[in-house]
């Protein structure tokens, strides 16, 4: 199963034969105070800047979030999409639960892009599969449905079913689906990390799609965050899992150790030139 996805230089393949592509997660004002009140004030500067560090420290494709309290997302998202679209050449992955939002971008953006995210959430199936078919995208979709979140990879499956199932009636093809399992903190539940890995196992063997997940989820609210989060990238990776949204510059170095031992890295290549470019002077 490939999934395809472009800016309107470059084209990134996900499938389980490639390395593990990396969305680079750092657009995304949560937990970010500076970037939040530039956000606020329009100023696109720490947005460029951003961009520019994570492809450096080789994210594949972008993801573009700029939920706040207060910001017209249908007006700031396609602008930001611009800003990053002049400023480096991956592709972008829309992060918004909000439709309008996600259309306004969709107009401005060259190439073919990751829509993140449907449910299966009536509300969000109506709105969102429609945009995917129309502007021919990929999309993530949440095994999150009207009854929320389920704790167990059981109903997780069945909410990843019923998103291919919708998918498939409209006439999108299930290579353009990416299901994401959702991670949550296991320092809020220790059992949370076995729950994603587990529906990551399942919905590979049953459904064959590629997978996603939110890795920085996991570590919320611990120490060492990056120590945890390397961890489960590793296992997701072993389970199946063939991109993640993560903070490049931290866990690039894992994600191509676990490739190279996965055989995701012929004659080691990948794994050398990071090591190479992690020994440049400066670095
Ligand atoms: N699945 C999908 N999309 C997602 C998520 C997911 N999008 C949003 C989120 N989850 C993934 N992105 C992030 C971005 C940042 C952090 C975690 C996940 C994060 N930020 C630090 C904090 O909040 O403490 C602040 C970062 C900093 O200042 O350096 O942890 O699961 N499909």
Do not use: W
């Not at 956000?39 to 951003?50: D, M, P, T, W």
């Not at 961009?51 to 939920?67: C, E």
């Not at 899992?241 to 994600?255: G, Q, S």
């Not at 080691?268 to 002077?281: D, M, N």
């Amino acid at each position: 199963m490939e999934t395809r996805v472009s800016s309107a230089t470059r084209e990134v393949v996900i499938a389980d034969d490639q390395p593990t592509v990396l969305i680079g997660e750092r657009i995304n004002p949560a937990g970010k105070k500076k970037l939040s009140a530039a956000l606020k004030a329009g100023n696109l500067e720490i947005v460029s800047r951003e961009a520019r560090t994570q492809v450096q420290a080789r994210a594949d494709i972008l993801d573009i979030n700029v939920s706040l309290f207060g910001v017209d997302e249908a007006s700031l998202l396609p602008r930001v999409v611009q800003a990053v679209m002049d400023t480096v050449d991956v592709p972008l992955c829309l992060d918004s639960a909000n439709p309008q939002a996600l259309a306004a971008a969709l107009k401005v953006y060259k190439g073919k892009p990751l829509i993140n995210s449907v449910t299966g959430e009536e509300h969000s199936l109506e709105k969102v599969l429609p945009l995917v078919k129309e502007y021919g995208t990929a999309v993530i979709g949440l095994v999150q449905d009207d009854e929320g979140i389920p704790n167990n990879p059981e109903q997780r499956l069945a909410i990843a079913h019923k998103i291919v199932d919708r998918a498939r009636a409209m006439g999108i093809p299930r290579h353009d689906i990416i299901i994401d399992c959702l991670a949550f903190s296991v320092g809020a539940d220790t059992s949370s990390g076995l729950v994603t890995i587990d529906t990551v196992r399942r919905v590979k063997a049953e459904l064959g799609v590629n997978l996603t997940l939110g890795a920085s989820n996991v570590s919320f609210g611990l120490p060492d965050r990056t120590l945890v989060n390397s961890a489960f990238v590793a296992m997701a990776i072993a389970a199946g899992v063939t991109c993640l949204i993560a903070d490049a510059a931290r866990v690039r170095p894992m994600v191509r150790a676990a490739d190279l031992v996965l055989g995701r890295d012929k004659y080691a290549r990948r794994y050398i030139e990071a090591y190479r470019q992690r020994r440049k002077p400066g670095k």
